[in-house]
């Protein structure tokens, strides 16, 4: 064959042709689940459409005017449409109930699942481990070990995408959403922003890197700034005078934060809330969106004032604060007295940064 | 394949002396004209400029995805491509295309009115749409728009720098173009019907209109509000939407999605009564189920306004509002099924002929369906997580929107050209132009679905290599599809002077608008007519044949 054609054009569909993708990899626990809901659909697609195509292309041959020239009036029949109606129906229930199992499946993270945060901005993803490793369009994880992703945008929507785990979420402004998945099979995979971001949305592109659990903690040991998301998160409740008030002296003005992740606290209104991420977000920026009772209404708002990273750093160093903190603590921190290092004035907006740490 | 056209002899045949045409020439009598007629040819005329503005953006936006890098167009010209394509597609040729030309032009016939119930504001609808065009043209040239047709903030409102309030308003008074439409229509459905013309003799393709105009008139002014409000906070930052303010981005997209979902069914259900006249008349016999098929557009247009949050399964909705919005998604897909097994019903026993909106009709009922299975993988929660937004939800909605709707609307322009002109399109080519489109279309967008389990996002102007053999197949399939656009476009203009004259009705359908002169007259019937029989009675049509002398042609 390849006498015939110009040897160029050979080389070219060669390499076209071996680039041809049909399906996506399956490389997540999710994604056998997710096929098998797709091959379903189709199965019953190609049914109903056959279905339809049968019938139009029989009664097209059978009745065409050659053969019938008459036509027989008929009304209607009840019986079919109820047929016609109640068969696709339970055909459809089935998807929702397949589909709703799927979803739940989707984005019920387990709970032994390792944290990572994930930043979108224009037009980069920026992944922050907590292990104080920084990376940009890039993320590495282990294999075999559920990974949940705590996903925010700066700016516009994003949307967090990796088909080869059959997994998607946007970043939304403003709030923290959350993704889930365990990979199953090393490799390198696409992360695609899904979601229309402006003018370069097609370079927000990246990579996840899938690797077994040796090369892994290799890469992350390499890979590390030195300091972890909850050491930066430390400087930084230092840097902007958090602990002149929540601090566990006798005359905090605001709550000693020790324990606070995860509890469920009373609202002044009555209400309860899970301290959570997106909890602890909104009270930085916003305190008075939720006032938590027995506590005056005092705290002033840092918007504008704590980066997306940021945010995430003091979110991590406040989750950490009753256990692993107290022992992984390197750097002295007395309540009350500024650190020495990385700490800038209170009231100036830039972030301390660790060294390595990458700003964007 | 025999044909039931009934021509009259050529060398006699004449077109009626007077007609709507003829009455008054000149510009001013068709730009100041009450009759809907005439506003139906105007929009008519205008439609196609703006489906072929739109068509060549769609034509730029697959020659750039020939290759995988973006080559010809650089990334922001590309956005401003799609999105003129998106708008353009959207609000200036699917939402007005049937309704605002077929339907303007056979509703009031049909029920068996002299004119719509308010014939100035049709013309102002027309108006205000050449308005929108021109305001949107004018966004294009000085500069073009890169938001998307959806308009999402906060990119729209805060990050980007093109023409957004110009685009924004320019769809603003677009809506209120298909407001007063919608309007038009459920008066004139209402108040209007001729004796003995009641509810359930209304041809389908009323009905199908009746359910559109409602989803117009309840469903526009909530996109007129949201876009008012993109607006305001791109000028004077009023922040409903702006996190940093304490709005809620997500607000935008309920509200956008209140509107813009129920708007596929303000595209679609017009096309869906084109079909259901048509496969009547081709199959000689009457519409299967006239009631499932006529509650069944009621239903759409109820279910309709209850699913959009289907939009927004992965944006971090609650859980439990995902599951009802799954759940009404798989409900409102059972009329469509209804339907489509109604009008394959239809042929059973029928006495079939093959004209060209009869071929167009089969490709609507073939994608159509493979379109709204394709809306069910989306509507199943799990699944759509990995669907939504690639190229699956591009080719799920051309499926529907250009497989469907475009397909109706060909076949309905085809079957009424003989009634709105006088004259017969050229059956031959035109039904090689509809073979054409059906396998142009297929070539583009099959490969999309697979392109989108493969994960390739939408609205991309580059992407990675392994998609480009999908890709190529699609853009070669659009070459093919815009040849199918073009021929149409070339012989309908030929025939308005050289085609056979059509006489009444060529098709011996039962229609009141084909008991009249065509092109009809100014006031549509010479008196009143009285109606005696159900809609698609070809036994009436038989036994009027035999009692009365034909006297057009």
């Given at each position: 064959?390849?006498?015939?054609?110009?040897?160029?054009?050979?080389?070219?569909?060669?390499?076209w042709?071996?680039y041809f993708a049909i399906?996506?990899?399956?490389?997540?626990?999710?994604?056998?689940?997710?096929?098998?809901?797709?091959?379903?659909?189709?199965?019953?697609?190609?049914?109903?459409?056959?279905?339809?195509?049968?019938?139009?292309?029989?009664?097209?041959?059978?009745?065409?005017?050659?053969?019938?020239?008459?036509?027989?009036?008929?009304?209607?029949?009840?019986?079919?449409?109820?047929?016609?109606?109640?068969?696709?129906?339970?055909?459809?229930?089935?998807?929702?109930?397949?589909?709703?199992?799927?979803?739940?499946?989707?984005?019920?993270?387990?709970?032994?699942?390792?944290?990572?945060?994930?930043?979108?901005?224009?037009?980069?993803?920026?992944?922050?481990?907590?292990?104080?490793?920084?990376?940009?369009?890039?993320?590495?994880?282990?294999?075999?070990?559920?990974?949940?992703?705590?996903?925010?945008?700066?700016?516009?929507?994003?949307?967090?995408?990796?088909?080869?785990?059959?997994?998607?979420?946007?970043?939304?402004?403003?709030?923290?959403?959350?993704?889930?998945?365990?990979?199953?099979?090393?490799?390198?995979?696409?992360?695609?922003?899904?979601?229309?971001?402006?003018?370069?949305?097609?370079?927000?592109?990246?990579?996840?890197?899938?690797?077994?659990?040796?090369?892994?903690?290799?890469?992350?040991?390499?890979?590390?700034?030195?300091?972890?998301?909850?050491?930066?998160?430390?400087?930084?409740?230092?840097?902007?005078?958090?602990?002149?008030?929540?601090?566990?002296?006798?005359?905090?003005?605001?709550?000693?934060?020790?324990?606070?992740?995860?509890?469920?606290?009373?609202?002044?209104?009555?209400?309860?809330?899970?301290?959570?991420?997106?909890?602890?977000?909104?009270?930085?920026?916003?305190?008075?969106?939720?006032?938590?009772?027995?506590?005056?209404?005092?705290?002033?708002?840092?918007?504008?004032?704590?980066?997306?990273?940021?945010?995430?750093?003091?979110?991590?160093?406040?989750?950490?604060?009753?256990?692993?903190?107290?022992?992984?603590?390197?750097?002295?921190?007395?309540?009350?007295?500024?650190?020495?290092?990385?700490?800038?004035?209170?009231?100036?907006?830039?972030?301390?940064?660790?060294?390595?740490?990458?700003?964007? | 394949?025999?044909?039931?056209?009934?021509?009259?002899?050529?060398?006699?045949?004449?077109?009626?002396?007077?007609?709507?045409?003829?009455?008054?020439?000149?510009?001013?009598?068709?730009?100041?004209?009450?009759?809907?007629?005439?506003?139906?040819?105007?929009?008519?005329?205008?439609?196609?400029?703006?489906?072929?503005?739109?068509g060549?953006m769609a034509g730029l936006i697959r020659l750039e995805l020939l290759t995988p890098?973006s080559?010809l167009l650089?990334?922001?010209?590309y956005?401003?491509v799609f999105?003129?394509h998106?708008?353009?597609?959207?609000?200036?040729?699917?939402?007005?295309?049937?309704?605002?030309?077929?339907?303007?032009?056979?509703?009031?016939?049909?029920?068996?009115?002299?004119?719509?119930?308010?014939?100035?504001?049709?013309?102002?609808?027309?108006?205000?749409?050449?308005?929108?065009?021109?305001?949107?043209?004018?966004?294009?040239?000085?500069?073009?728009?890169?938001?998307?047709?959806?308009?999402?903030?906060?990119?729209?409102?805060?990050?980007?720098?093109?023409?957004?309030?110009?685009?924004?308003?320019?769809?603003?008074?677009?809506?209120?173009?298909?407001?007063?439409?919608?309007?038009?229509?459920?008066?004139?459905?209402?108040?209007?019907?001729?004796?003995?013309?009641?509810?359930?003799?209304?041809?389908?393709?009323?009905?199908?209109?009746?359910?559109?105009?409602?989803?117009?008139?309840?469903?526009?002014?909530?996109?007129?509000?949201?876009?008012?409000?993109?607006?305001?906070?791109?000028?004077?930052?009023?922040?409903?939407?702006?996190?940093?303010?304490?709005?809620?981005?997500?607000?935008?997209?309920?509200?956008?999605?209140?509107?813009?979902?129920?708007?596929?069914?303000?595209?679609?259900?017009?096309?869906?009564?084109?079909?259901?006249?048509?496969?009547?008349?081709?199959?000689?016999?009457?519409?299967?189920?006239?009631?499932?098929?006529?509650?069944?557009?009621?239903?759409?247009?109820?279910?309709?306004?209850?699913?959009?949050?289907?939009?927004?399964?992965?944006?971090?909705?609650?859980?439990?509002?995902?599951?009802?919005?799954?759940?009404?998604?798989?409900?409102?897909?059972?009329?469509?099924?209804?339907?489509?097994?109604?009008?394959?019903?239809?042929?059973?026993?029928?006495?079939?002929?093959?004209?060209?909106?009869?071929?167009?009709?089969?490709?609507?009922?073939?994608l159509?369906?493979i379109g709204?299975?394709t809306?069910?993988?989306?509507?199943?929660?799990?699944?759509?997580?990995?669907?939504?937004?690639t190229y699956f939800i591009v080719a799920h909605f051309h499926f529907?929107m250009v497989g469907?709707?475009?397909?109706?609307?060909?076949?309905?322009?085809?079957?009424?050209?003989?009634?709105?002109?006088?004259?017969?399109?050229?059956?031959?080519?035109?039904?090689?132009?509809?073979?054409i489109t059906f396998v142009g279309f297929v070539l583009t967008f099959f490969p999309q679905f697979i392109l989108g389990y493969l994960g390739m996002p939408r609205r991309y102007a580059a992407y990675p290599a392994e998609f480009q053999v999908l890709n190529v197949f699609s853009s070669a399939g659009a070459s093919v599809l815009g040849v199918g656009y073009?021929?149409?476009?070339?012989?309908?203009?030929?025939?308005?002077?050289?085609?056979?004259?059509?006489?009444?009705?060529?098709?011996?359908?039962?229609?009141?608008?084909?008991?009249?002169?065509?092109?009809?007259?100014?006031?549509?019937?010479?008196?009143?007519?009285?109606?005696?029989?159900?809609?698609?009675?070809?036994?009436?049509?038989?036994?009027?044949?035999?009692?009365?002398?034909?006297?057009?042609?």
């Amino acid at each position: 064959m390849q006498h015939f054609i110009s040897p160029v054009l050979w080389q070219f569909l060669i390499k076209w042709l071996t680039y041809f993708a049909i399906f996506p990899p399956e490389a997540s626990t999710i994604a056998p689940y997710a096929d098998a809901l797709y091959f379903f659909l189709v199965a019953i697609s190609a049914v109903g459409l056959g279905a339809v195509i049968f019938l139009v292309v029989y009664f097209s041959i059978r009745y065409r005017k050659e053969l019938n020239p008459v036509a027989t009036q008929i009304e209607g029949s009840t019986l079919l449409e109820a047929t016609w109606t109640i068969i696709p129906l339970i055909l459809f229930m089935v998807c929702f109930v397949w589909g709703a199992l799927l979803y739940f499946r989707i984005y019920s993270p387990p709970t032994n699942a390792m944290n990572i945060y994930v930043v979108g901005k224009q037009w980069m993803w920026k992944v922050e481990h907590p292990g104080g490793q920084h990376e940009i369009n890039a993320l590495h994880i282990p294999i075999n070990q559920p990974i949940q992703i705590t996903l925010i945008s700066q700016d516009v929507f994003h949307s967090f995408s990796i088909p080869a785990f059959r997994v998607k979420r946007e970043a939304i402004p403003g709030r923290y959403n959350t993704e889930w998945f365990e990979a199953t099979t090393p490799g390198t995979y696409h992360i695609f922003c899904t979601q229309y971001c402006g003018t370069l949305h097609s370079q927000m592109i990246g990579e996840v890197v899938a690797m077994t659990e040796e090369d892994y903690e290799a890469w992350a040991a390499q890979s590390t700034s030195g300091n972890s998301l909850a050491q930066n998160g430390e400087r930084l409740f230092a840097s902007l005078g958090c602990n002149s008030c929540h601090n566990s002296g006798p005359n905090a003005h605001g709550p000693n934060l020790a324990n606070v992740y995860g509890s469920h606290l009373q609202l002044k209104n009555g209400s309860f809330v899970t301290a959570d991420d997106a909890f602890l977000r909104d009270t930085i920026l916003n305190p008075t969106m939720h006032e938590v009772a027995g506590f005056a209404p005092i705290m002033p708002t840092y918007q504008g004032q704590v980066s997306e990273e940021g945010l995430i750093d003091l979110v991590e160093y406040i989750r950490r604060l009753d256990t692993q903190y107290r022992i992984d603590q390197t750097i002295d921190n007395s309540a009350g007295q500024p650190i020495q290092t990385g700490a800038t004035p209170p009231g100036t907006s830039a972030p301390a940064l660790a060294p390595g740490t990458v700003k964007q | 394949m025999s044909t039931i056209v009934t021509l009259p002899d050529q060398r006699t045949a004449t077109l009626p002396k007077v007609s709507y045409l003829n009455k008054e020439y000149g510009l001013k009598s068709w730009l100041l004209t009450g009759d809907h007629k005439r506003i139906a040819v105007l929009y008519l005329i205008s439609i196609t400029f703006f489906f072929f503005i739109g068509g060549a953006m769609a034509g730029l936006i697959r020659l750039e995805l020939l290759t995988p890098p973006s080559d010809l167009l650089a990334a922001d010209t590309y956005n401003k491509v799609f999105t003129a394509h998106g708008i353009i597609m959207v609000f200036l040729f699917l939402v007005p295309s049937v309704p605002a030309t077929i339907g303007n032009f056979v509703i009031p016939i049909m029920v068996g009115a002299k004119d719509l119930a308010f014939p100035k504001i049709n013309l102002l609808s027309w108006y205000l749409y050449v308005a929108a065009g021109c305001m949107l043209l004018w966004a294009l040239v000085s500069g073009g728009v890169d938001t998307g047709w959806t308009f999402t903030t906060p990119l729209s409102t805060h990050y980007l720098n093109t023409h957004v309030v110009t685009a924004g308003l320019a769809v603003f008074v677009a809506g209120f173009s298909s407001i007063f439409t919608g309007l038009n229509f459920i008066v004139t459905i209402h108040r209007m019907r001729a004796p003995g013309m009641t509810w359930f003799r209304l041809p389908l393709f009323v009905w199908s209109h009746y359910a559109a105009s409602i989803l117009m008139v309840l469903g526009t002014p909530v996109l007129a509000i949201t876009l008012t409000l993109v607006v305001l906070e791109r000028t004077i930052g009023i922040g409903v939407f702006d996190p940093t303010k304490g709005g809620d981005p997500l607000l935008f997209q309920h509200l956008f999605w209140f509107y813009s979902h129920p708007a596929v069914y303000i595209m679609i259900l017009p096309g869906m009564g084109v079909i259901s006249e048509v496969m009547s008349t081709f199959s000689r016999k009457r519409v299967f189920g006239y009631t499932a098929v006529a509650f069944s557009s009621v239903a759409i247009a109820v279910f309709g306004f209850f699913v959009w949050a289907h939009h927004m399964f992965v944006m971090g909705i609650s859980s439990y509002s995902a599951l009802v919005f799954s759940l009404l998604t798989m409900l409102v897909a059972v009329p469509s099924a209804i339907k489509i097994f109604n009008w394959s019903a239809t042929l059973y026993k029928g006495s079939i002929t093959f004209e060209t909106p009869m071929l167009y009709a089969f490709g609507f009922i073939g994608l159509f369906t493979i379109g709204g299975l394709t809306g069910v993988f989306l509507g199943s929660m799990g699944m759509d997580i990995h669907l939504t937004e690639t190229y699956f939800i591009v080719a799920h909605f051309h499926f529907v929107m250009v497989g469907g709707m475009l397909m109706a609307y060909l076949s309905g322009v085809h079957f009424w050209w003989p009634k709105i002109t006088g004259r017969m399109y050229p059956e031959g080519v035109s039904k090689l132009a509809a073979v054409i489109t059906f396998v142009g279309f297929v070539l583009t967008f099959f490969p999309q679905f697979i392109l989108g389990y493969l994960g390739m996002p939408r609205r991309y102007a580059a992407y990675p290599a392994e998609f480009q053999v999908l890709n190529v197949f699609s853009s070669a399939g659009a070459s093919v599809l815009g040849v199918g656009y073009l021929l149409p476009l070339l012989y309908l203009t030929w025939s308005l002077k050289y085609g056979k004259i059509a006489g009444s009705n060529p098709w011996q359908a039962t229609g009141l608008e084909w008991q009249i002169q065509s092109p009809p007259l100014t006031e549509n019937f010479v008196e009143t007519p009285i109606v005696t029989h159900e809609a698609y009675d070809y036994e009436w049509l038989e036994s009027k044949k035999e009692n009365e002398v034909p006297t057009v042609g």
